[in-house]
């Protein structure tokens, strides 16, 4: 009988531990925010330089929401599916604990009933990809309940590649210097065997 209970006791255990960690699937989340962003359409981003402004509202037409239980926001970029392809460190999972299309929060603020909004500075760190912007509401237990995603916006981000028009300058000028240089030495070279010989 112990054994029974301590066996009972382990997967009930486990079980708890499973749903504190677990955030859940996606598709249980339900879709009850428009989310609109400025510019729209198809936008070309540089990273580090340029904004957008992104706003969300509850969308009043979804019957049965229950925005009571909605306490916080993380509005977030995430990869289009042509930035995910052969690429599955991007990939989209059903599992939220595992999903990789939404990575780069853009901000995390609480709830609020009415129309809201954030401008946001394309950070350095995010890399050249095509993007579009998912906002998930949590609950007080900070788990997803809620979501709301832009339709038709294609934010298309131009990552910092490490090299700019000054290292270019400079890598020209010492590539130039050293040609220079050798081309010095090599007549210097060539004058000095000459009085050798003669």
């Known amino acids: 009988m112990g054994v029974r209970g301590l066996i009972i006791f382990a997967a009930v255990l486990c079980s708890l531990v499973a749903t504190c960690y677990s955030k859940g699937v996606f598709a249980d989340l339900r879709n009850t925010l428009t989310v609109s962003a400025s510019p729209s359409g198809r936008v070309d981003l540089r990273a580090g330089i340029d904004q957008i402004t992104v706003s969300w509202r509850l969308n009043r037409n979804i019957s049965n929401t229950d925005s009571a239980t909605y306490s916080k926001v993380d509005v977030k970029l995430c990869y289009h ?118």
């Not at 009933?113 to 995010?126: A, G, R």
């Not at 709301?148 to 270019?168: C, P």
């Open 81 to 198: 599916l042509e930035s995910q392809k052969d690429r599955p460190w991007r990939r989209t999972e059903e599992d939220l604990s595992r999903d990789k299309t939404c990575q780069f929060s853009m901000v995390k603020k609480d709830y609020n009933s009415s129309t809201d909004s954030v401008t946001y500075t394309v950070k350095k760190n995010i890399p050249t990809a095509h993007y579009f912007v998912r906002v998930y509401v949590r609950n007080a237990d900070n788990r997803e309940i809620a979501y709301g995603q832009t339709n038709g916006l294609d934010l298309n981000i131009k990552g910092i590649s490490g090299r700019s028009t000054s290292i270019d300058v400079a890598a020209s000028v010492f590539s130039g210097f050293s040609v220079l240089s050798l081309a010095f030495f090599f007549f210097l070279e060539k004058r000095k065997a000459k009085k050798l010989t003669s």
